[in-house]
């Protein structure tokens, strides 16, 4: 048979989910729909970019950390992948509380990439395709297939976007400007006019990576050790913590000064970020070095890390200062900084472009409101990070295939994991700038701590069925095994004998003056759980996960019970749901913004409308009138 070159084909394989891009979203997006019984095709404009690490070569980090700990206690991928490809391990802010905490780990930014290919190559249900997704084909406002550049068409019942930084990206440095996405890879150019023909309203952003150096030509002399941490905490609840116990590489710090600032100012009309090259919107907690020196002009240096890329490749990853100024700047500021004075450029620093959309327009189950069957994940929804992306990639996945099942979507609320405080922020407020998780977006971050991951989140991992029942069991034991042991440690009374009065000062904490439970002195700061084992001679052989939980719990038991307290208020708003079918203009003593913000986000319980921005608590207090039936509209509604 012979084809004309106008021929359309169909490809009869037939997929239930299709996956447009393969990062960090993309992979846990994939993987959940196969897991959950879905044929399953992920497509990517490149299979050597299978989670990539374009930007920095590290998973985790202040507030990542705990998102990483809570896509594994859903069942992701992330946190296991990393564990057997990482180079050196910390847990930052050990000096602060519990809540802030978080582990960060250099990747071997190869590795990793392969490590996950081979986790998605192995997968059931599952196909890789190579191959550019030019079109979202619809009818009636529902999900029927995609179009590929070659003009093949694969029907399914539902797509989910994890395009990253893909979009029409361009990447820019001083006068050089290439279409072309992350690490020179091949741009997608074609599908953002499919998705304004859908009615999707788009976004330019921007964000930017620094360059790559050679190791060889670093003075390490000149430059301050960062080793890693001597006992290495595994990110995944299912790593044995022996597995991770590895020699590490070391990662470096030094600082840019006065001669580094200097040639910056003097250069920033060279600058696309400060000429007007660039349109897009970057990020504001992660700016380039240029807006460093223009944003802080008082400060006379400013932090740069030296990160090894892998453990088979010289690439240094010049972390603090990435840029968008011309080859010859970049070279002049690099040499500027000690130990950086013969520094070799291997790839040069630069800025992308990319199309992604205003998220508000995507429900909290991260399917699109007026596109049946599309769902969206990632960078594309205006986020930054990888582990921004992989817990959405894995939330959209999820509730795909819960769709398909049959059944009501997934949605973690803000109080019960970073990944809610995520989503729910990037769905109902505004955002100018590419959204990046923080510890202080969380109201309730003492009860979602990365070390409670597991015993906040395995549970609906098992009921979405990504958790199995083995995992599931060790759980329940795992919860079992800390109540009894909070229980039995604040029924062992202490008495005042000479040996008790040793240790405590020995520890640096003030004699007894009379007996007191083993609750109460954990609950002293100098003093632990681990601390008293000696004067606790009816002590059972815990795990340490568990002496963990209870010491943490005993210590802050207070601050715990308050955020408790805060949370049941916060449920009795997010419990009252709104109709679908509610007319926020019936409703006359709402303010016209409140009406128009409302009607464009239509959110789903009252507590979501109060984090609206426009829409006021006196607006809440009309909204909520009208729900019992009040008078604040022209009728009432119940609810």
Partial sequence: MKYSANFVWENKDYYDIVVVGAGHAGCEAALACARLGFHTVIFTVSVDSIALMPCNPNIGGSSKGHLVREVDALGGEMGKVIDRTFIQSKMLNRSKGPAVHS??????????????????????????????????????????????????????????????????????????????????????????????ALGVKMYRFKTGTPARID?????????????????????????DP???????????????????????RENLDRSPLFSGAIEGTGPRYCPSIEDKVVKFPD???????????????????????????PEDVQYAMYRSVPGLEHAKIVRNAYAIEYDCIDARQLKSTLEFKNIDGLFSGGQFNGSSGYEEAAAQGLMAGINAARKLQ??????????????????????????????????????YRLLLRQDNADLR???????????????????????????????????????????????LRSCGSTELNSGTTLAELIRRPELSYEKLALIDKNRPELPDDVKEQVDINIKYEGYIRRQLRQVEQFKKLENKRIPDDIDYNNINSLRIEAKQKLSEIKPLSVGQASRISGVSPADISVLLVYLTGGSSGSSGHKS
């Fill in 103 to 196: 582990l960060r780990a250099q990747a071997d930014k190869a590795e990793y990439s392969r490590a996950m290919r081979q986790v998605l190559e192995d997968q059931d249900n599952l196909d890789i395709r190579q191959m550019e997704v030019t079109e979202i084909l619809a009818e009636d406002g529902k999900v029927t297939g995609v179009k590929t550049y070659s003009g093949a068409l694969y029907r399914c019942r539902a797509v989910i976007l994890c395009t990253g930084t893909y979009l029409k990206a361009r990447c820019i440095y001083g006068d050089v400007s290439t279409y072309t996405g992350p690490n020179g890879l091949q741009s997608a150019n074609y599908l953002t006019d499919s998705l304004k």
């Fill in 299 to 325: 400060k006379n240096r400013h932090q740069v890390f030296i990160e090894p890329e892998g453990l088979h490749t010289t690439e240094m990853y010049v972390g603090g200062m990435s840029s968008s100024l």
């Fill in 457 to 503: 989140l395995t549970k609906i991992g098992y009921e979405a069925g990504l958790i199995d029942e083995d995992r599931y069991k060790k759980l329940l034991k795992k919860e079992e095994m800390i109540d009894q042991e909070i229980y039995r440690v604040n029924h062992v009374n202490i008495g005042t004998t000479p040996k008790v009065q040793e240790i």
């Fill in 215 to 239: 190791r060889n030509s670093v003075d390490f002399s000149r430059m301050e050790e960062q080793k890693g941490d001597e006992r290495i905490v595994p990110f995944s609840f299912t790593t």
């Fill in 242 to 264: 022996e597995t991770v116990q590895i020699d590490q590489a070391s990662c470096w710090l030094t600082y840019t000064n006065e001669k580094t600032h200097e040639i910056i």
């Fill in 406 to 443: 049959g059944k009501e979507g997934i949605v973690i609320d803000r109080s019960q994991g970073y990944i809610g405080v995520l989503i729910d922020d990037l769905v109902t407020k505004e955002s100018h700038e590419p959204y990046r998780m923080m510890t202080s977006r969380a109201e």
